[in-house]
């Protein structure tokens, strides 16, 4: 089992550009999330869905969209970055909400 | 709003005993999780209590007291690679954020 896997790791983008990260579980999870960690930070939840099809807005939603077409998918669209989207973007998932399992990260510069 | 306090940073010594404790004010408070972070890395869980009262797994303890909304993380016999960030988050049934993260506490194991 591969667990959680996120698409790119690493990315730098220019100002107004778009692009998607991509989360995939392999665990059958209903839940799954996006959060960002910004240094000296916890992490904050961008947004979430309870299961294939559903999503909802978390605590910094502004500036993303996401999009759960398939149970283990869950993607992650910023539609015009911006500087203020610097930041590492994890993935995870989870059965029932209390233990979660996060994927390694991407790392998004935008300049 | 929705917000847990953590101490920023903790040292001890390699062998010993180390406390991190968390406050926490949440609405629709659920459950308080415990995450481990090294540097460079994606969060791992290492407990969840849902209840009241001390969780044991192996090195790590996890303690609950929902009338002082309060709770703590114990680490014994402290090993040089346990020195990471610890987050505790409240999960929570209300509100859009179901699960919040504290700040973190970063532990500095020395020999």
């Known amino acids: 089992n591969a667990g959680v896997t996120q698409t790119p790791k690493f990315r730098v983008l220019k100002t107004g550009q778009s692009m998607t990260l991509l989360c995939a579980q392999d665990m059958n999870h209903e839940y799954m999330y996006w959060y960002r960690q910004d240094p000296g930070m916890g992490l904050r939840l961008i947004h979430y869905?309870?299961?294939?099809?559903?999503?909802a807005k978390g605590e910094v939603p502004d500036g993303y969209n996401v999009s759960r077409l398939k149970k283990q998918n869950f993607l992650l669209g910023l539609e015009s970055a911006a500087p203020s989207q610097t930041s590492v973007y994890f993935c995870?998932?989870?059965?029932?909400?209390?233990?979660?399992?996060f994927g390694p990260g991407t790392r998004l510069t935008v300049l | 709003g929705q917000s847990l306090e953590q101490p920023s940073e903790v040292t001890a010594v390699e062998g010993a005993i180390v406390q991190i404790n968390c406050t926490y004010q949440?609405?629709?408070?659920?459950?308080l999780s415990w995450y481990q972070q090294h540097d460079g890395g994606a969060p791992t869980f290492l407990s969840y209590?849902?209840?009241?009262g001390l969780e044991e797994t192996g090195r790590f303890s996890s303690f609950l007291s929902r009338s002082d909304s309060y709770g703590y993380l114990l680490l014994q016999e402290l090993q040089m690679k346990d020195s990471a960030s610890y987050f505790c988050?409240?999960?929570?049934?209300?509100?859009?954020?179901?699960?919040?993260f504290g700040k973190g506490t970063r532990l500095s194991v020395i020999a």
């Open positions: 949440t609405s629709g408070f659920y459950g």
């Open positions: 209590n849902a209840l009241d």
């Open positions: 988050a409240a999960l929570s049934l209300s509100g859009n954020t179901p699960l919040v």
């Open positions: 995870a998932s989870s059965y029932s909400g209390d233990e979660q399992f």
């Open positions: 869905s309870v299961g294939e099809g559903t999503t």
